[in-house]
């Protein structure tokens, strides 16, 4: 009894410590992941499975030196890129990542359009302007009462995510032995090369690396002591294995999902065509789920993304616009997009590149700030991790500059 009336407070404790972490997963669960994950499993059944796995490790990885980093210095990424960078680098760094946020929000909103005209047959346009306007009130709500209620409702949004995406698994498991086969990593032709970058450019994203360091440092302020540093990485990572954990399961299940029920049938490198092949193949039940936990994705994604871009915006120019202000600017674009009448899948096809396009700004100096012990101290990077880290950075560059020149060749 003793041992249970001390342990209790520690885990009630650890438990109020969670909730960054989920905030940033939302990145890893957006339209374009739905969009990346589909096409793989419907065009090369198990054979990425692998790519998927390394992808949500290299992002638990990179999402704890994030948080790290905000909760060791107080400050966050960008914060530290602005403090070190000449004004016109740092004005040319803060473009390149908003040009990277801006793709990440027309594919939010791009998603959450399609589902809403999924589920109501809404024009595009009508349904981005929806889900802009309820993206504000989740923002509004994180200003007005602060971050631990954003996070319950994102994590609320997280979990019919989680519903949408993978109840179709449960009608029609997929093949046990195919699926551990897809952990072996191999490739079939230049398609497929292309696609594991366009899904590892759909799961590392440069604005969930940006955000962890604030989201982290705003729900915990910075760390005081060797203890509380410690009790605050440790819960942390657990946070991250929770979070990015389940993100990693919604991605694999939907490419399961996909090379189980979509294999070799016409139209499914759209969303709009994979949701018919669902309702045919699983019933309108399942694919009405799939266009709530789609609707979801947009709502919550395009939300988290605001809140990258004003921390963006905040460190690297040091200025502050209300969030809510800025949610209104940077939705034009996505609208315009829209109204244009562009192929929403070209678009989502478009903002990957440009995604894939900012992950090593972001990476190269998230990894050399978590290396520098004048900056960490005692929480700084060991040689095993930033050897570690070294070869990520690598492999993802390289993956994702083999994503514009095949994008661009073909």
């Known amino acids: ?40 499993g419907a065009r090369y059944g198990y054979l990425l499975v692998w790519v998927l796995v390394s992808a949500n490790l290299i992002a638990g990885l990179v999402q704890y030196q994030s948080a790290k980093l905000g909760l060791v210095t107080g400050k966050t990424l960008p914060d530290l890129l602005g403090e070190r960078l000449r004004p016109a680098a740092r004005r040319a760094f803060w473009a390149q990542a908003e ?53 319950g409702v994102v994590i609320g949004l997280l979990a019919v995510i989680a519903i949408g995406f993978l109840a179709g698994l449960v009608v029609n498991p997929p093949d046990a032995a195919a699926a551990v086969e897809g952990l072996v990593p191999r490739f079939d032709g ?66 399961l999902l996909a090379a189980t029920n979509l294999r070799g049938i016409e139209g499914t490198d759209t969303i709009e065509g994979a ?38 915006m905040a460190g690297l120019l040091r200025r502050r616009i209300p969030i809510l202000v800025r949610r209104v600017v940077t939705l034009i674009p996505a609208l315009l997009i829209l109204a244009a009448g562009v192929d929403p899948t070209f678009a989502l096809i478009i903002s990957q590149v440009g995604l894939s396009f900012g ?39 390289v993956l994702n500059v083999a994503l514009i020149v095949l994008t661009v060749a073909g």
């Open 1 to 40: 009894m003793p041992k249970t009336a001390v342990a209790a407070p520690k885990v009630i404790r650890g438990y109020l410590l969670l909730g960054p972490a989920f905030v940033a997963a939302i990145a890893y669960v957006d339209p374009g992941n739905v969009a990346a994950n589909l096409t793989g």
């Open 99 to 151: 040009l990277v946020a801006a793709a990440t929000d027309l594919a939010e909103v791009i998603g959450g359009a399609i589902a809403l005209r999924l589920l109501f047959d809404l024009p595009l346009l009508l349904g981005g302007l929806i889900v802009g306007v309820v993206s504000m009130v989740l923002l509004g709500l994180q200003t007005r009462f602060g971050q631990r209620p954003f996070e």
């Open 190 to 255: 230049t398609g497929s090369v292309l696609l594991a970058a366009s899904m590892l450019g759909a799961t590392v994203m440069p604005h969930a690396i940006y955000v962890h360091s604030a989201l982290a440092r705003d729900r915990h302020g910075r760390a005081e002591g060797v203890e509380q540093t410690a009790l605050l990485l440790r819960a942390t990572k657990v946070d991250i294995g929770i979070a990015l954990g389940l993100a990693g399961i919604v991605n694999i299940g939907m490419l």
């Open 275 to 312: 949701h018919a092949a669902i309702s045919a193949t699983l019933g309108p039940g399942i694919a009405l789920v799939f266009a709530f936990g789609l609707l979801a994705s947009g709502l919550a994604s395009t939300s988290v993304g605001s809140y990258a871009g004003a921390t963006i």
């Open 359 to 397: 992950i090593p700004f972001a990476l190269v100096p998230l990894l050399r700030l978590t290396n520098d012990r004048t900056i960490m101290g005692q929480a700084a990077n060991g040689r095993a991790v930033s050897i570690l880290l070294a070869a990520i950075v690598v492999i993802v560059a």
